[in-house]
Structure formats: structure tokens, C-alpha cells
């Protein structure tokens, strides 16, 4: 009880725990978060005397507040942008960088919408507001109703340069704070679509993607995303001041390791190739 007590109010308070309390805090992507707070349960039931408190708001938040030293890790969905990069050099923060499972962007629809897979150039239509009716793309003669991410999140910042190519998003996109409100906001809505993490898709159904007319279209799952043929993969990091020591050098390395990655699994997010993950480890 007091482990779940402490997460839920550093949810509600963010960092200020860390600077009262000495111990390990975890902020930013969203799409993250509920990963984060899974391997800071494990991780505290394994070493009793530790606490990891860990707060979502957006990768961008999480990037701020490495640089300004708020937090000890940043959860991302995106790497740093380049005036990111510059902006820590400036206050004498070298970011390092840990890719700690996968993910697939997924495209979220009602479960009555009768559309079962999109193009990359629908895709980007319907966000830039090329395209509008359901009716373009094989569905109903319905208005599309399309909700998405705030500014300040990775994968906001991810579908803008991998499937809008740096295209703006149009007016009438309804930006919301987080995955699980983009995915309520399509579960009530037949005409509604939306997109964010593939951990997150309840009461909702996957579109099914491809590139181009002439590619099959692949669902986003496990095996997909993890194989590459899920054409909006991407992975998820970890970002530290400079190269993990002591406790978060440890704890990074569980996140790593085949437990780590099987507590990522069974929150339904996509565990890193074994290879890759033991690469990934802090020497």
C-alpha cells in the first residue's frame, strides 16, 4: 500500500518528492508512463530500501526537466531534438541516451467504423486536412472527427515527421493530453480516430498500415513492431544526465535485463530483441 500510496502522489506532485527525499525520480512521455510505473513497482519490491517515483506530462516536459535537473531520468518517445541537445550542453548536461523497449504508433478507430486499413497519404490527409469525409477513404459518408497529441509530446512530434512529413496538423485536430484520453475520446465516438502508443488500445480496434497502395497493410502487434514490418515502429527511451552511475546505472540494467523486459510484456508494451537489450546495458 505505501509503494502504490507514493506513486500516486508524486503523479499528482511531479518531482517535488525528489528534492525533499534523496531518491530516484522518472518524468515525461506518456506513452511511457504506465511502463515506468510497472518497473518502479518491481524494482522497489526488490530493493526495499529504494523509491522510484515516476510522473508522465509529455516527452518535452520530461527533456525540460532533465536539463534544468528536476528529474533522473526522462522517459522519451522521441530522441532530442538537436536545439534540445544544445539547450542541455549550454547548462552542462551531457544526455545520455537508452533505448529501453518498443513501440508501434498505432492508428485508433471505433469499433463500428467499417474501414480496416489506411495509407501513409490518407493518413496524412486526414491529419492535415486533405481529406475530411470517411467516404475518401472507403468508410461511411461521415465527417472525420480526428483527435491527437499536444505539442509537447514525442509521439505528437514522431507521426509529424515519419507520416505528416513535417506537415502541419490541421485546425480542427483535437489535441488531447495523453494516449488514454486520445483512446476514450475514439471509443465514443464511431467517427473519431486517433493514434498513440499500442499499449494503450481499449475498447478501440487497430487500423491496419501500409506505406504505399501497393504494400500489404500489417496490423501493429508484438511480432510486427519487433520484426519492423509495422510501418510506424519506433523505441522508447531512457535519457540520464550523462552516464548512469550507482542506483540508476542498477536500475537501467534491470529495465535490461530478460526480467525487466518480461514486466514490459505484460503491460503489453514490445520488449526489446535480447541482443539489443543486453547492447543496451550500462558497463
Known amino acids: 500500500m505505501k509503494k502504490i500510496i507514493t506513486l500516486t502522489l508524486v503523479l499528482l506532485f511531479g518531482v517535488s518528492l525528489l528534492n525533499a527525499g ?4 522518472i518524468k515525461g512521455s506518456d506513452t511511457l508512463v504506465r511502463l515506468g510505473q510497472r518497473w518502479a513497482e518491481e524494482y522497489m519490491k526488490l530493493n526495499p530500501g529504494v523509491v522510484v517515483q515516476v510522473s508522465g506530462g509529455g516527452t518535452g516536459t520530461g527533456i525540460a526537466a532533465l536539463i534544468n535537473g528536476s528529474t533522473d531520468i526522462c522517459q522519451a518517445s522521441r530522441d532530442m531534438k538537436e536545439k534540445e541537445y544544445k539547450q542541455a550542453e ?10 529501453v523497449s518498443l513501440d508501434g504508433i498505432s492508428i485508433f478507430l471505433n469499433e463500428k467504423n467499417p474501414v480496416k486499413e489506411l495509407t ?3 493518413l496524412k490527409g486526414i491529419y492535415t486536412g486533405a481529406i475530411t469525409n470517411w467516404k475518401e477513404v472507403g468508410g461511411n459518408d461521415a465527417r472525420i ?3 491527437g497529441r499536444e505539442n509537447n509530446s514525442g509521439t505528437y512530434a514522431f507521426f509529424k515527421e515519419h507520416v505528416l512529413d513535417e506537415e502541419d496538423y490541421s485546425d480542427y485536430t483535437q489535441t488531447l493530453p495523453g494516449t488514454a484520453a486520445v483512446v476514450n475520446a475514439v471509443a465514443k465516438d464511431v467517427n473519431g480516430i486517433g493514434y498513440g502508443g499500442i499499449a494503450w488500445a481499449t475498447g478501440v480496434r487497430y487500423a491496419a498500415i501500409k506505406k504505399t497502395d501497393q504494400d500489404q497493410a500489417v496490423l501493429p502487434s508484438m511480432e510486427t513492431v519487433s ?3 509495422y510501418p ?5 527511451f531512457w535519457f540520464f544526465s550523462g552516464q548512469p552511475q550507482g542506483e540508476l546505472k542498477k536500475l537501467v540494467n534491470w529495465a535490461l535485463s530478460e526480467e525487466g523486459q518480461k514486466v514490459a510484456e505484460s503491460v503489453d508494451y514490445i ?3 535480447r541482443e539489443l537489450a543486453e547492447k543496451n546495458k550500462i558497463k
Open 227 to 229: 520484426n519492423g514490418t
Open 232 to 236: 510506424i515502429s519506433r523505441e522508447l
Open 90 to 99: 549550454v547548462r552542462g548536461i551531457k544526455p545520455y541516451r537508452v533505448a
Open 145 to 147: 472527427i480526428v483527435y
Open 271 to 273: 520488449p526489446l530483441p
Open 22 to 25: 534523496g531518491n530516484i525520480t
Open 120 to 122: 501513409f497519404a490518407q
